[in-house]
């Protein structure tokens, strides 16, 4: 067979796989078009799960006529004005995306710039140019992608249901809103009701409105702001509660330059900074904004440019874990207050439920009552702090309050100044001493065992090389290793508190923990491991009787403590009631 | 099959054979133990496919047979009858039940047909010696504390027995976990100088530590490359062996240290015991800092305190400062048998090597903790 050169209109459809692979990814392109456009306000328009219509419309620059010609041709753009790829400003700059989608649907774009008589349109239908033709509009552009993928029925069939694809098209949306405040968007999907994001001001302020309105409130209340400066790199934004998690890592939200992306660099630094906080595989909500010369970052990796490569991924990665970890320390007093929430949805679904309760309780009233006050002491709580009659009234001011009775022997009540905090004494115990015992790690450094017989463990060369280099850090972990030819390394001392262990296998994990995340949290794991069972066994247990002195003293220890508001196995420790919502529950409010 | 036997003397065997069957299986008849009525007696045999252990008990057969029975309720039965009872044991023709008699208990256990048992096929075991019992008690007893727990490197997961020539022909046995070592040896018994070097299942050493506590005087091994078999009067013991290659220990052992340290075991292992108690629960070190005449031993924890003891010793060499992980000096004090302990040390980051001032033949190697 010859080789010849393939007809352009397949070069298309080839291209167009790595760029347009499904409705989300023809919403994402247009948006961020509509965004290097300039527009204040952009619109977007499903039907059929973005696979039957997607339309943009945007109030930017738009297009000369003749411009619009060339933009439906490959590799033409006017986003890179002096062909510097090391310094991209703009979201787009490939001059793929409107080819792409014109050779697998039915595309029109109809386009006018502010001081032009009328507008233009173009129609490219399965890669065929139609000819410009008039068309009426006001200044802007207006972007319809009809019958995706109608050219290319095999691409069609992967398509998931109508409702998931119009799901993921409205959160390509979201992204992008969250990460321009400064537009307005409106949504228009045909199974909801339409969405609008008001414009915000620039600036802090503008993001945390706009985070509210997208995020909505759960994660506004359960969050702390997160601030962090290093060098030129800058992150703000918002970090969820580690009561507040998923199951999967899809609400995070990350973006860098204002780019929404999913880089593993910025993914593992989010998991490193929440390793103790959360159970394995629960995700932690987080929308992050990491702003940098743009010459420090190369977007220029993926023709869907969801992953970025740094220039320095350890100072990003370092500054994202501390920023983290310094806002989770502060507000990590706090615990998720969805509980009330909960319980209230309870009592509002269970409307006439009182009643009903009461209704099978009266027969028990006809009960002997004697033999019933035999029982009584059973309902009494477990201890009682009302009996010593004067409390310092000065503890109702503080966070968890003060006090008032443990119940089941297991939960303290306290009443706060604004409502009450039900706390589970062994989770928040079992917190202390393991933030105890991990500050004792910090502070002495961990005490390391030799080993008789070096172990010797093969690995890549890469790999070897990679930790060889860490040496000093690992060792400061309690782990002492040298560099054993090109592919090998050998473990002389391992930390004395994980007893013995398998340092071959211990290694390896590392290796390959650094070679995706670059970090050395397999080892930092084990220990805590071993510190997170040695805490929990040297805890107080549910179960046990409190005196009110003693309730009050775990009160005050876990506002001292950082991230006492769950376990270390990322439960929450307490629960708090607001006033309101218990006002709530009795139709107060 | 139709026996009648002393409670006893089926207590006895019993105790001794139903410890290898696991507690959960997933193959049913490994729960069961074997009972077989021979001219000679009763026959019962456990196994756990890595480990058998038969064991003959005199009885009244009136008629010969053999079937299987779960083997921790069989012992949980018997043990709970009456002292000096005579208990019958006989199987329902047709159906697979066994009826346990005794006085005026009955009992019917449920049986699986004693053809589907496993047999731990042993094979030609060509190597056979005699050695006393208190001489397999002093190379099992003093090595067991060093056996290996980590799963991944199973070959250190038993005892390495094996002869050597050094000055005469030897039965050695060596244990280490790659933080310390043991080593121990006795002269060889006839027929042992040719055996392979084997590697003794962490099970199998419990388990011939047990029967060691009834036996008589002598006990008969058999060794082949893959398997062992330990016959200790009515009792013989057939095991696997751990098919891997024992380290080359020869080189960890250090015969060039020329420190010198002589203490008195029992003061030493009282003041490491009491140092530590201040230690956290895990990783617990403790500093042995060494002057001419003087051993100082001090245990530094920064959430409670410190504690200090002093001893005086018999140390004449430069001043040393060394750490260890104090359970591992009090596991290996506990096997020295003399007064004196003797302690060969290089510097803080080389092994140490220690061993009794009196009798030869055991030695224990100790790498130090940084601390």
Same mark, same amino acid.
């Given at each position: 067979?010859?080789?010849?050169?393939?007809?352009?209109?397949?070069?298309?459809?080839?291209?167009?796989?790595?760029?347009?692979?499904?409705?989300?990814?023809?919403?994402?392109?247009?948006?961020?078009?509509?965004?290097?456009?300039?527009?204040?306000?952009?619109?977007?328009?499903?039907?059929?799960?973005?696979?039957?219509?997607?339309?943009?419309?945007?109030?930017?620059?738009?297009?000369?006529?003749?411009?619009?010609?060339?933009?439906?041709?490959?590799?033409?753009?006017?986003?890179?004005?002096?062909?510097?790829?090391?310094?991209?400003?703009?979201?787009?700059?490939?001059?793929?995306?409107?080819?792409?989608?014109?050779?697998?649907?039915?595309?029109?774009?109809?386009?006018?710039?502010?001081?032009?008589?009328?507008?233009?349109?173009?129609?490219?239908?399965?890669?065929?140019?139609?000819?410009?033709?008039?068309?009426?509009?006001?200044?802007?552009?207006?972007?319809?992608?009809?019958?995706?993928?109608?050219?290319?029925?095999?691409?069609?069939?992967?398509?998931?249901?109508?409702?998931?694809?119009?799901?993921?098209?409205?959160?390509?949306?979201?992204?992008?809103?969250?990460?321009?405040?400064?537009?307005?968007?409106?949504?228009?999907?045909?199974?909801?009701?339409?969405?609008?994001?008001?414009?915000?001001?620039?600036?802090?302020?503008?993001?945390?409105?706009?985070?509210?309105?997208?995020?909505?409130?759960?994660?506004?209340?359960?969050?702390?702001?997160?601030?962090?400066?290093?060098?030129?790199?800058?992150?703000?934004?918002?970090?969820?509660?580690?009561?507040?998690?998923?199951?999967?890592?899809?609400?995070?939200?990350?973006?860098?330059?204002?780019?929404?992306?999913?880089?593993?660099?910025?993914?593992?630094?989010?998991?490193?900074?929440?390793?103790?906080?959360?159970?394995?595989?629960?995700?932690?909500?987080?929308?992050?904004?990491?702003?940098?010369?743009?010459?420090?970052?190369?977007?220029?990796?993926?023709?869907?440019?969801?992953?970025?490569?740094?220039?320095?991924?350890?100072?990003?990665?370092?500054?994202?874990?501390?920023?983290?970890?310094?806002?989770?320390?502060?507000?990590?007093?706090?615990?998720?207050?969805?509980?009330?929430?909960?319980?209230?949805?309870?009592?509002?679904?269970?409307?006439?439920?009182?009643?009903?309760?009461?209704?099978?309780?009266?027969?028990?009233?006809?009960?002997?009552?004697?033999?019933?006050?035999?029982?009584?002491?059973?309902?009494?709580?477990?201890?009682?702090?009302?009996?010593?009659?004067?409390?310092? &009234?000065?503890?109702?001011?503080?966070?968890?309050?003060?006090?008032?009775?443990?119940?089941?022997?297991?939960?303290?009540?306290?009443?706060?100044?604004?409502?009450?905090?039900?706390?589970?004494?062994?989770?928040?115990?079992?917190?202390?001493?393991?933030?105890?015992?991990?500050?004792?790690?910090?502070?002495?450094?961990?005490?390391?065992?030799?080993?008789?017989?070096?172990?010797?463990?093969?690995?890549?060369?890469?790999?070897?090389?990679?930790?060889?280099?860490?040496?000093?850090?690992?060792?400061?972990?309690?782990?002492?290793?040298?560099?054993?030819?090109?592919?090998?390394?050998?473990?002389?001392?391992?930390?004395?508190?994980?007893?013995?262990?398998?340092?071959?296998?211990?290694?390896?994990?590392? &290796?390959?923990?650094?070679?995706?995340?670059?970090?050395?949290?397999?080892?930092?794991?084990?220990?805590?491991?071993?510190?997170?069972?040695?805490?929990?066994?040297?805890?107080?247990?549910?179960?046990?009787?409190?005196?009110?002195?003693?309730?009050?003293?775990?009160?005050?220890?876990?506002?001292?403590?950082?991230?006492?508001?769950?376990?270390?196995?990322?439960?929450?420790?307490?629960?708090?009631?607001?006033?309101?919502?218990?006002?709530?529950?009795?139709?107060?409010? | 099959?139709?026996?009648?036997?002393?409670?006893?003397?089926?207590?006895?065997?019993?105790?001794?054979?139903?410890?290898?069957?696991?507690?959960?299986?997933?193959?049913?008849?490994?729960?069961?133990?074997?009972?077989?009525?021979?001219?000679?007696?009763?026959?019962?045999?456990?196994?756990?496919?890595?480990?058998?252990?038969?064991?003959?008990?005199?009885?009244?057969?009136?008629?010969?047979?053999?079937?299987?029975?779960?083997?921790?309720?069989?012992?949980?039965?018997?043990?709970?009858?009456?002292?000096?009872? @005579?208990? @019958?044991?006989?199987?329902?023709?047709?159906?697979?039940?066994?009826?346990?008699?005794?006085?005026?208990?009955?009992?019917?256990?449920?049986?699986?047909?004693?053809?589907?048992?496993?047999?731990?096929?042993?094979?030609?075991?060509?190597?056979?010696?005699?050695?006393?019992?208190?001489?397999?008690?002093?190379?099992?007893?003093?090595?067991?504390?060093?056996?290996?727990?980590?799963?991944?490197?199973?070959?250190?997961?038993?005892?390495?027995?094996?002869?050597?020539?050094?000055?005469?022909?030897?039965?050695?046995?060596?244990?280490?976990?790659?933080?310390?070592?043991?080593?121990?040896?006795?002269?060889?018994?006839?027929?042992?100088?040719?055996?392979?070097?084997?590697?003794?299942?962490?099970?199998?050493?419990?388990?011939?530590?047990?029967?060691?506590?009834?036996?008589?005087?002598?006990?008969?091994?058999?060794?082949?490359?893959?398997?062992?078999?330990?016959?200790?009067?009515?009792?013989?013991?057939?095991?696997?062996?751990?098919?891997?290659?024992?380290?080359?220990?020869?080189?960890?052992?250090?015969?060039?240290?020329?420190?010198?340290?002589?203490?008195?075991?029992?003061?030493?292992?009282?003041?490491?015991?009491?140092?530590?108690?201040?230690?956290?629960?895990?990783?617990?070190?403790?500093?042995?800092?060494?002057?001419?005449?003087?051993?100082?031993?001090?245990?530094?924890?920064?959430?409670?305190?410190?504690?200090?003891?002093?001893?005086?010793?018999?140390?004449?060499?430069?001043?040393?400062?060394?750490?260890?992980?104090?359970?591992?000096?009090?596991?290996?004090?506990? @096997?020295?048998?003399?007064?004196?302990?003797?302690?060969?040390?290089?510097?803080?980051?080389?092994?140490?090597?220690?061993?009794?001032?009196?009798?030869?033949?055991?030695?224990?190697?100790?790498?130090?903790?940084?601390?």
């Amino acid at each position: 067979m010859t080789v010849r050169q393939l007809p352009e209109a397949v070069v298309n459809r080839i291209a167009a796989g790595e760029v347009v692979e499904r409705p989300a990814s023809v919403v994402k392109e247009l948006v961020e078009n509509a965004l290097d456009a300039g527009a204040r306000r952009i619109e977007v328009v499903l039907a059929g799960g973005g696979i039957g219509l997607v339309r943009v419309t945007d109030d930017g620059s738009g297009m000369s006529a003749a411009d619009l010609a060339l933009a439906v041709e490959r590799h033409a753009t006017s986003k890179l004005p002096d062909d510097d790829l090391f310094s991209v400003s703009t979201l787009g700059f490939r001059g793929e995306a409107l080819p792409a989608i014109g050779a697998v649907a039915k595309l029109s774009i109809v386009t006018r710039t502010p001081d032009a008589d009328g507008a233009s349109e173009i129609l490219v239908e399965g890669g065929k140019k139609h000819a410009l033709r008039p068309a009426a509009l006001g200044p802007g552009t207006r972007v319809e992608v009809r019958e995706l993928f109608y050219a290319t029925p095999a691409r069609r069939k992967f398509l998931k249901s109508e409702r998931a694809e119009s799901a993921a098209a409205i959160e390509a949306v979201r992204r992008l809103a969250l990460a321009r405040p400064d537009v307005a968007f409106t949504l228009v999907a045909e199974d909801r009701a339409p969405v609008t994001y008001a414009a915000q001001a620039h600036g802090a302020e503008g993001r945390h409105l706009r985070m509210a309105d997208v995020l909505g409130a759960e994660l506004r209340d359960n969050a702390v702001a997160v601030e962090g400066t290093r060098e030129d790199v800058a992150i703000s934004g918002l970090a969820g509660l580690p009561t507040l998690s998923r199951a999967n890592s899809l609400a995070q939200y990350l973006f860098v330059n204002g780019r929404p992306v999913r880089d593993k660099v910025l993914l593992g630094a989010v998991r490193a900074a929440y390793a103790d906080l959360l159970h394995g595989g629960r995700y932690p909500l987080v929308a992050l904004f990491v702003s940098l010369d743009p010459r420090e970052v190369d977007v220029n990796v993926h023709p869907a440019k969801t992953e970025v490569r740094f220039r320095d991924p350890g100072l990003v990665r370092g500054l994202l874990v501390r920023a983290l970890k310094d806002a989770l320390a502060q507000g990590s007093r706090r615990s998720a207050s969805t509980g009330a929430e909960r319980f209230s949805s309870f009592a509002r679904r269970n409307g006439g439920g009182a009643a009903g309760w009461r209704r099978s309780a009266a027969p028990l009233h006809g009960f002997a009552e004697e033999s019933q006050a035999a029982f009584d002491s059973l309902n009494v709580p477990s201890a009682d702090v009302r009996t010593p009659a004067a409390l310092p &009234a000065d503890t109702l001011d503080r966070p968890l309050g003060a006090a008032r009775a443990q119940v089941h022997e297991t939960y303290i009540v306290a009443q706060t100044e604004d409502g009450l905090v039900l706390v589970d004494q062994h989770a928040a115990h079992e917190r202390l001493v393991y933030e105890r015992l991990k500050a004792a790690l910090e502070r002495d450094g961990v005490a390391r065992q030799m080993l008789l017989v070096p172990a010797v463990v093969e690995l890549d060369p890469a790999d070897a090389s990679a930790l060889v280099e860490r040496a000093n850090e690992l060792s400061g972990l309690g782990l002492v290793i040298e560099a054993f030819g090109p592919g090998a390394v050998l473990v002389r001392e391992v930390p004395a508190l994980l007893g013995e262990t398998d340092a071959a296998g211990l290694v390896r994990d590392l &290796a390959e923990h650094m070679a995706e995340w670059d970090s050395t949290l397999p080892l930092e794991r084990r220990l805590l491991a071993v510190a997170s069972s040695m805490s929990c066994h040297g805890s107080v247990r549910a179960g046990r009787r409190l005196k009110p002195d003693e309730m009050n003293a775990l009160l005050r220890a876990m506002e001292g403590t950082d991230y006492a508001g769950q376990c270390n196995h990322g439960r929450p420790t307490y629960v708090e009631l607001k006033l309101a919502d218990i006002e709530k529950l009795f139709g107060r409010r | 099959m139709k026996v009648t036997l002393e409670r006893s003397e089926l207590v006895k065997a019993l105790a001794h054979v139903h410890r290898v069957v696991e507690r959960r299986n997933t193959i049913p008849i490994l729960a069961n133990v074997l009972i077989r009525a021979g001219k000679a007696g009763l026959e019962l045999k456990a196994t756990d496919l890595d480990l058998e252990i038969v064991e003959s008990v005199p009885a009244e057969v009136k008629s010969q047979g053999a079937t299987t029975v779960p083997a921790h309720m069989l012992y949980d039965i018997v043990l709970k009858l009456a002292e000096g009872a @005579q208990v @019958q044991l006989e199987t329902a023709g047709d159906r697979a039940t066994l009826l346990v008699r005794a006085g005026r208990s009955r009992f019917t256990l449920q049986t699986l047909p004693e053809g589907d048992f496993p047999d731990l096929a042993a094979g030609e075991l060509p190597h056979r010696f005699t050695l006393a019992a208190k001489d397999l008690k002093r190379l099992l007893d003093k090595t067991q504390f060093a056996i290996s727990t980590e799963e991944t490197r199973y070959y250190l997961n038993g005892i390495y027995l094996h002869a050597i020539d050094d000055k005469g022909a030897k039965l050695r046995a060596v244990a280490t976990d790659g933080h310390r070592l043991a080593q121990v040896e006795i002269p060889a018994p006839k027929g042992a100088a040719g055996m392979p070097g084997v590697i003794v299942p962490r099970k199998t050493v419990n388990e011939v530590q047990r029967l060691l506590e009834d036996a008589g005087e002598e006990v008969a091994a058999e060794v082949s490359p893959t398997k062992i078999r330990f016959t200790l009067g009515k009792t013989v013991l057939t095991s696997k062996l751990i098919d891997g290659t024992f380290p080359d220990y020869a080189r960890v052992i250090p015969l060039g240290n020329d420190k010198t340290l002589v203490v008195d075991k029992g003061e030493f292992a009282a003041a490491v015991d009491r140092v530590s108690t201040v230690s956290s629960e895990r990783g617990r070190a403790v500093k042995l800092s060494l002057s001419d005449g003087k051993l100082t031993l001090s245990v530094t924890n920064p959430d409670s305190g410190s504690a200090t003891e002093e001893l005086e010793v018999d140390y004449g060499a430069e001043a040393l400062d060394i750490g260890f992980n104090s359970r591992y000096l009090l596991d290996i004090a506990a @096997q020295i048998e003399g007064e004196k302990a003797e302690l060969k040390l290089a510097d803080p980051g080389s092994p140490t090597l220690l061993r009794d001032k009196e009798t030869a033949g055991a030695i224990y190697v100790l790498m130090p903790m940084r601390v």
